[in-house]
């Protein structure tokens, strides 16, 4: 089973701070009067500079935003590798080759399986056995890890990667990465980077059914779409209009996290640490009037009976069986599982065709979740720090990760062996390589043949925009275009916990998080009427809820207070 | 074939009662029931691996395939690691059962004998170790530090005394008549000896079942391997099939294959994965089987 | 110098003849020795080789078992991940005082108790009865394959058998299926806590009942056939023979597994429960298990589940202690 950890952990600073560090910094600069490598005035390394001396071996001189890395010899790094079974590691790659050929650099490699991958991970860090590189880590999972040293802080050498604070100064990041950061100022992942969130979740519905009534392929709101469904559900009395999946570890994850920002709150796998910030302190969001609205929305779904009441509990298989054989006519998707869908009903040989709506607004508006341009990233284990290529190391990470250069290679490969350039700049996938769609049926693949698009080395498929969306098919593309109307919603002021508090804290959030899982579902359900909402609160109220949000509010005083 | 269950037999002159008679009817029938409930799931299991992804996901298969196909079985089987591993699994299983069994046995053994001196306390020490146990760190920085990380010895050693399996085999032994081992002293056999000559072979029943148990267990073991090895190529054949499902159950968008051929097999990888890994050991049970019968011949030597 | 079994086997008759003999001419049964105290060296003495056959599983539990038992201690110190392997710093009872005040683990606490209990009761039985049944059959190749078939299950993955579990109990599946053409409305089993714990035994009954039996067949190949043959003669009908010949014969065997079960009963199974559980069954699908893997989401607290896991060991070792000082009392077998 997959953790789902979607989770962007929140942890608010004030803007305080990056005034405070700059001037800090540039002050630091100055007397220490050497220049480092090309860091941008507007670092917020905290901290001084930090003394590379004996730990520059193989670095570059001169290295900065623009140029391509190349190590002054051969250096080894150690990486801490997650093997995806559809791109089994393999020795000859091209994307290997290329960086010991053009970077001069190479790998001393850890595997772990994907499908053991977070346990592996905890628990080789844990054990304090952990390579250098540490790939694959979403921002939050670094939290536990910090307290024991294991992991560098990587917000003290950012400084040092200029390609990392020239994204985060275009396009606006410092909110995004204080949501990281620690108690004691710090964060410690080094984050992937998208230059605007990526919409991938949405409902599919059976456009020729909707067609069929006349209705719109794009409702506005979901008032509008609950309509929709009342006609669906006149006109087939024997199928359930909508059926839903994802609800593994609680109820409707997927798709209550992509509607819930519509009514003003967060829930499903954007549901967190259950804290909303309603302006000048934090509420616990599972108590609040928004997200009763959330769910009394759902519970006249199923009340109409336009939702199907195994949603909220069934089996992917189950769901998508349904939706497949046409006993529901829309269902939740992202925009790889619609292609499945469509492949097993056209092998069937129904004339059923399907497309993926854009998320209708709601009622506090058209909106999009926030924080979700800070995603899957790589952590350093703090040992790192004594090696002797720790800025080579530095620099080559600034390059692969965060460069143009670097990213567009890692997910397209060499130019003129995988791609070719248009004269307008489009890049096109060779003909006999397949990835993602594009080119199917080519006997080769950009990922299993190649090594490139790979989730170690390709953080989050792009980041700026434009690369995100290169390798999109044009439906995704339509898709993802009508969302990017939305309104991102702001962060939340960080609160970071000290190791204590959290030790608590976790607690309070596990027994809570259950409660509020298990009645959001018997509310939807219908098993428990809204009438008892307030009996609700106050049981969440017994559980710790005062506590827990006296603690949270009392660090997010702290930390604005320090910063 | 029925007249023979159905018809009381005669044994020693004295007929079975009626209400015996009954009885096996009975029972044969439930079993047969039995054997219909236990079966039809996995008749089900295998036609959904031969089946086309399209039928399985509209819920259309039962006991036959539909849309026959093995390109699940080609895509796993055509892998060089997927065979590569499978050799691992094998390997280590034969070598962890011997070390399990050769533990265990001698073990029992000894344990078995009631005027052991210090035998409460050795079985204490045993089963103390069945609820008590360190928890994944120290385990895991011991097998580091022993140099185990990355071999065979990493996944047999460890689990190699299961204190289930010997506090089991031990009631045997308890049960074993003491005068044969009390003749074959007579006859000059020393402790070896009437372990190896005398008790083992007679117990053919018991050691076999505790190879079963151990076969099985090793076989279906992944938890070890995934935590010692650093490289695909030492995998056994369960993490790379667990990897697969994930991989195709998973909800990663990032680094999917998309639309590549790994989601298209998604529908039925489980049904694959389960039966590539249990057919083998399925096939172990008859040989095992007949080992059994009766261990005790001492009935059959008439007087 | 090689013996012959059969010659063994003469010998042994030979030897039970006697006896026989002298206990029919009406002495008394030869007293064991007394028992008086036995030195160590003395026992080393007598029985060295059994010693011998003893050294390399216990060093084998020394070093694998016992010496990584030291990283308990970390229940009662600060762990931190990277950090010192025994932890950082003493807290004392601060992470059992942390679970004892958290009124989610006690019902976590209380499901385990439960399910692993009616486990006990409904499911330890089941296989015992179903060796017997098949120990009656009498056309041999029927019994073979009937019981190669009842293992099946056995081998099933958890993660295909909760697939159909869920399968079957769905509105449209084939129980409620069942149900309407009784004329009874559908029931959403996964829906309602009252019906997990039913569901849970059900599969686990399916699961391991063909599997559980072979134990026990492994046992009935132990009964002497000269004991039937005796109670033949005797004039026992057939239920008499299986209540006086078979079911003692296989009765240490079932009573070696009843305490050990009864000691594990707290161990229920964590992935099963995991694939079939969601938050409306919380109330009582979470067990102690599941519990500790969400909470160890949110905070990979490595201290507080060993705490939590020492506390369950002391409740097995002590279940086990009591169960085998009953079965000692009551029935004369016992563990040790």
Known sequence: ??????????????????????????????????????????????????????????????????????????????????????????????????????????????????????????????????????????????????????????????????????????????????????????????????????????????????????????????????????????????????????????????????????????????????????????????????????????????????????????????????????????????????????????????????????????????????????????????????????????????????????????????????????????????????????????????????GFSNGVWTLVHGSTVELDRSMLRPEVLDFVEAMSTKKVLELAPPAPLSEIEREQVSLYQSALKDHVSQNTAAFILGQRSLDEWDAYVSELEGMNMPQYLELVNAAQQRYADAN | MTDRLFRPAVQGGIRDSRSYTIFRMINAGLIVVICFVTLYPFLNVIAQAFSAEAYINSGQVNLIPRGFNVTTFGYVMGDPMFWRNYGNTVLYTVVATVIAMILTTTFAYALSKRNLKGRSFFIGVAVFTMFFNGGLIPNYILISTLGFKNTLWAIVIPNAISVFNLLVMKAFFENFPEDLEEAAAIDGLNTYGILWKIVLPLSKAVIATMVLFYAVSFWNSWFTAFLYMDKAELYPVTVYLRNMLAAATGTEALGTGGTGEASQVASNVKAVTMLLTVLPIICLYPFIQKYFVSGVMLGSVKQ | MSVNNSVVVADAIELRSEMEERRERGGEKPARPRKHRVTWRKALKRDWRLYSLLVLPLVFLLIFRYLPMAGNVIAFRRFRPGGNMFGDEWVGFRYFELFVNDPTFWRAFWNTFMLGGLSLVIVFPLPIILALMFNELRSQRFKRIAQSISYLPHFMSIVIVAGMVLQLTSLRGSINQGLEAFGSSPIPFMQLPQWFPTVYITSEIWQTVGWGTILYLAALTTIDPQLYEAARIDGASRWRQIWHVTLPGIRPTMVVLLILNIGTFMAVGFEKILLLYNPLLYPTADVIATYLYRVGIISSNFSYATAIGLFEAIIGLTLILTANAISRRAVGTSLW
């Not at chain 1, 990470?397 to 791609?419: N, Q």
């Open chain 1, 1 to 450: 089973m997959t953790q789902q950890i979607r989770e962007a952990r929140r942890r608010p600073v004030r803007r305080g701070a990056l005034f405070t560090g700059v001037v800090l910094t540039a002050s630091a600069l100055v007397l220490s009067g050497c220049g480092a490598d090309g860091g941008g005035g507007s670092a917020d390394g905290e901290s001084g500079d930090f003394d590379f001396t004996g730990k520059d071996v193989a670095a570059m001189e001169d290295y900065g935003v623009g140029d391509t890395f190349q190590a002054t010899e051969p250096v080894e790094f150690g990486l801490f590798y997650r093997d995806h079974p559809n791109y089994p590691l393999k020795d000859d790659w091209l994307i290997l080759e290329a960086l010991e050929e053009n970077q001069n650099v190479t790998f001393d490699i850890v595997s772990a399986p994907l499908s053991e991958w977070d346990q592996r991970k905890s628990l080789v860090i844990g054990a304090g056995d952990a390579p250098e590189i540490i790939s694959v880590t979403y921002p939050g999972q670094e939290v536990a890890f910090v307290a024991g040293g294991a992991i560098l802080p990587a917000s003290d050498f950012v400084q040092y990667m200029p390609n990392y604070m020239d994204k985060v100064e275009k396009w606006d990041l410092e909110a995004d990465l204080d949501q990281m950061r620690q108690e004691d100022g710090k964060y410690y992942v080094f984050p992937g980077f998208r230059e605007e969130p990526r919409a991938e979740y949405s409902f599919a519905v059976r456009s020729d059914v909707w067609e069929e009534l006349g209705l719109s392929l794009e409702p506005a709101t979901f008032d509008e779409l609950r309509d929709q469904l009342r006609t669906v559900k006149e006109a087939y009395p024997d199928a359930y209009p909508m059926t839903d999946r994802w609800s593994a570890n609680g109820p409707l994850e997927a798709t209550l996290s992509f509607v819930s920002p519509n009514f003003g709150t967060s829930a499903g796998w954007g549901y967190g640490e259950g804290l909303t910030w309603d302006g000048g302190e934090f509420v616990y969001t599972g108590a609040t009037d928004e997200y009763r609205d959330l769910i009394e929305f759902y519970a006249s779904l199923v009340e109409e009976g336009l939702l199907d009441p195994e949603s909220v509990t069934q089996d992917d298989d189950q769901a998508v069986q349904k939706f497949a054989s046409g006993s529901a006519m829309s269902i939740g998707t992202n925009d790889q599982e619609i292609v499945r869908y469509r492949t097993t009903v056209d092998e069937l040989g129904s004339d059923v065709e399907m497309t993926q709506i854009r998320v209708p607004a709601g009622p506090a508006g058209d909106n999009f979740q926030a924080g979700q341009r800070t995603v899957n990233g790589f952590m350093l284990s703090s040992d790192v720090a004594e090696s002797e290529n720790f800025l080579a190391m530095l620099q080559f990470l600034d390059w692969l990760y965060y460069s143009d250069e670097g990213l567009e290679f890692a997910k397209w490969g060499v130019e003129g062996e995988t791609y070719t350039k248009d004269a307008d700049g489009t890049r096109v996938l060779n003909e006999n390589i397949t990835v993602m769609g594009l080119n199917p049926g080519a006997p080769e693949n950009l990922q299993a043949d190649y």
